[in-house]
């Protein structure tokens, strides 16, 4: 259960409106930065800006993590060093393609469409968890791809500017985070990590990660360039917004309900869309209007699908605790018979609270 945080010196919590703005100004305000200075400025090294702000945060979490008590699961050593090698450093090295995947695709095609493609990261999720066998397909679900496909597809025919690599380099990011969000799953079930500490861990091996792709791929082209002031000012407020992206999160997380981060998710992804055509006099269709409110349609479906699954999971983790003490007193009592009814019961039980426990927890895409 998320623990309320307090603004340090407060002993009254800010509104959950104030969480909210602040983490949807972060978000819409990161991703059009990252554009201005891969576009707008010409600062076109999506491995270098992706690299700085690994680098940032790993400086920036480390500090944390010595200073505050932010930082639980570093504090209690939830990870030891056989965990962190064997399942960290590959989640490591999708996160960091997931994010200069992403970054790179502001190269080639606009915000707005990368916005519109995004929104089929609950399909590449899902499809990812049936072929691995974690959950079986139900008919809402696949009712919920459906709907989500036709829109990123109705979304990608309407595109004026439509340019096959961004495409592709955008759905190849989608892919990583969406395989990140999977190992995570499958290697972390049974630790609770929090956000701020998952970041700890990652941040250093994907440094070196975007640090071996900028030598390869924009090192000597970077020497090249001249580090004015205002763009050694730009990178540093671009790294320190990207780190207090994350403390938003966080912050959002801890004060506002399931309800509220499920409607909020798709408010400000439409925002940042009627933004970034307004800023970069984007040219949009009625086709990717139409297809984007249909993806925006099968995401908060997808999302209320989730929140009806957790409150299973509430329920069901509540039923199991009175079939224990239903089979502690007919243990007492020497009945068999309602021993073994006992037992049918809590085995049928665990049985649902495993399956929804796997739609629970299923990750999805980090925004930014």
């Not at 924009?218 to 990207?242: M, R």
């Not at 933004?275 to 925006?296: D, E």
């Amino acid at each position: 259960m998320n623990e309320k945080i307090l603004v340090s010196g407060d002993s009254h919590q800010l509104p959950t409106i104030f969480y909210v703005i602040s983490w949807m100004a972060h978000g819409i305000s990161m991703i059009l930065f990252n554009k201005v200075l891969l576009t707008t400025w010409g600062f076109k090294f999506p491995f270098f800006l992706t690299m700085w702000h690994m680098i940032f945060a790993s400086i920036l979490t480390q500090i944390l993590s010595r200073t505050t008590n932010l930082l639980p699961s570093v504090k209690e050593g939830r990870v030891s060093q056989a965990d962190y090698f064997r399942k960290f450093v590959p989640m490591s090295f999708l996160f960091a393609a997931s994010l200069v995947l992403g970054n790179s695709a502001y190269k080639f095609i606009s915000v707005a469409f990368i916005q519109m493609l995004k929104s089929s990261t609950p399909v590449i999720v899902l499809i990812l968890t049936f072929i691995v066998g974690r959950e079986k397909p139900s008919i809402a679900q696949l009712g919920i791809m459906m709907i989500i496909s036709i829109g990123v597809m109705l979304s990608t025919v309407g595109e004026v500017k439509f340019n096959m690599l961004g495409f592709i380099i955008q759905f190849t990011g989608v892919f990583c985070e969406c395989s990140r969000c999977l190992i995570m799953d499958l290697l972390l079930s049974n630790k609770k990590i929090d956000s701020l500490s998952m970041l700890y861990y990652m941040a250093p091996i994907s440094s070196l990660t975007l640090f071996a792709g900028f030598l390869y791929f924009e090192f000597f082209q970077f020497l090249t360039v001249t580090l004015s002031p205002s763009l050694l000012l730009a990178l540093f407020l671009n790294g320190c917004l990207s780190f207090s992206l994350n403390m938003a999160v966080i912050l959002l997380v801890g004060n506002a309900s399931v309800v509220v981060m499920s409607v909020c998710g798709p408010l400000k992804d439409i925002i940042l869309v009627l933004l970034s055509v307004l800023l970069f006099r984007t040219p949009i269709t009625l086709m990717q209007v139409v297809g984007y409110n249909i993806s925006v349609l099968g995401l908060c479906l997808f999302r209320q699908y989730k929140n009806i699954n957790s409150a299973l999971v509430v329920n069901l983790q509540m039923n199991l605790m009175k079939l224990a003490q239903f089979k502690s007193f007919a243990m007492w009592k020497s009945n068999p018979s309602t021993i073994i009814a006992a037992d049918l019961l809590f085995e049928d039980s665990l049985e649902a609270l495993s399956t929804s426990d796997i739609e629970e927890n299923k990750c999805m895409k980090c925004d930014d």
